[in-house]
């Protein structure tokens, strides 16, 4: 079982926002009006100036530092926008917070993107294999001539391009990647942001070493939103960090993220922790090209897009009304529980991908589901595509499907005299489109109702 993180009454007390430091008072208004705090974990000094309206300077050294001065862990930071820029990476277990501010229309930032250390130097890989979505396919792979200290977890930034990705597995020197992804302009509620199909060995890349955080969970609120009609929709925008598992395996502990009246997009995040994208009291919980190592859940306005998920093969992923697309990468067990709406567009099947009894995913336009892997539909559970958007044959290219564990179903004949079922189909993407060649399109297990559909 996981075990949960503390929440703020459980931290420990060398990290509350207790006793002032010297020279400063315990409560400091003019932070309301500065919008950059300046976070140094390894250079700074709790003395320091730290806050700003735009010019860098010297930078605090922990985040309790922060809530001290505020005042507050959930500050109202009503009259403009806030950005926290993170120059250096937390060591594990030491300054743990929860710093969840309530900014109304405005936008939060969390910057430690723009601070993320290279890991050697640039350089061009011999070559580059291009996504290929097939059975078993191919994702990303950069080969050969990488620098040295390469891992999974690790950021690669195309420099020619700008556009992004994580370095998902490491062999025999390659590193194959998640989907390329170019996104501009952050931060906002609802950016651009699309898959980079033109990676090549002519162009120049570095890999970035995201900044690690002990921050334990995330829940920015809207708040009061200063009479705007209509009001205008803020953003908590969090990008290049890496957030700890305090047991130090991944995925044995849980991080939330649960915005209220207000927008998450993570952009270029890596998870140790199984991660819980929480939406159904915001607009959306956004995950871009994001590393989850430890596993994760997505529910409802939860999407994911690109990245990977149970990398470290410790966990798993939950669906529990979310969506999915551009290449994510699903390792180990993958699980479709019953939600608002379950949906797919492209996703790579490494494991096992199970939709449990009562659980629908709805396959969107363009939807594609590929690689070595399993998909499995337990009854009553189905997948439906929509016909005349998709076909069984451009959306199923995995090497197996399954009902209820078997690879063979029933089709159904709707004009059939007697019996309208004729058992013992393989279930293949063609014979999906035909019926096995009599009976309608798709096929299901008539006792227990799981079915691959086309509605």
Known sequence: MRRSLPFPAEIPATNAAASSAPGTPLYNPSWYA???????????????????????????????????????????????????????????????????????????????????????????????????????????????????GATPGLLVWNKTKGSYAFVDAVAGGDATVTQPI???????????????????????????QPLGINWLRLRPTGGPINGLTPPIQGVAWIQGVHFYDQTGTPGSSQMSVHPIGTGADLWLCS??????????????????????????QLTTNALMCGGCSNTSGNSETILVGGNVQMNTILHGLATVSPGWENSFIEAHVLGTLVVEPGATITCEPGAVFWGAGTINVRGPGAINITAGANTFTSVFKVATLQLDGATTGSSFNASAVDNPYTAGITITAANLATGGGGGNPGLQNPRTGSRYAST
């Open 34 to 148: 500065y919008t950059d705090i300046w976070l140094d974990p390894v250079n700074g000094n709790d003395n320091n100036v730290g806050g700003s309206s735009g010019a860098q300077v010297p930078a605090v050294k922990t985040v309790a530092e922060i809530v001290r001065r505020y005042g507050s862990w959930t500050p109202e930071h009503l009259s403009s926008n806030l950005t926290i820029h993170q120059l250096s990476s937390q060591t594990i277990g030491v300054d743990l917070f929860v710093f969840d501010p309530i900014m109304g229309a405005n936008t939060f930032v969390w910057d430690a993107l723009s601070y993320a250390p290279a890991v050697g130097s640039t350089f061009s890989p011999v070559s580059v294999t291009a996504l290929s979505q097939a059975n078993p396919g191919s994702d990303w792979i950069l080969n050969g001539n990488l620098p040295v």
């Open 182 to 208: 170019w996104l501009t302009p952050p931060p906002q509620a609802y950016p651009t942001f699309v898959e980079d199909a033109t990676w090549a060995s002519t162009d120049v890349y570095q890999l970035l």
């Open 271 to 296: 998870f140790d922790p199984f991660a819980l994208l929480d939406g159904p009291e915001s607009s959306d919980v956004t995950a871009i090209s994001c590393f989850f190592n430890g596993g994760m």
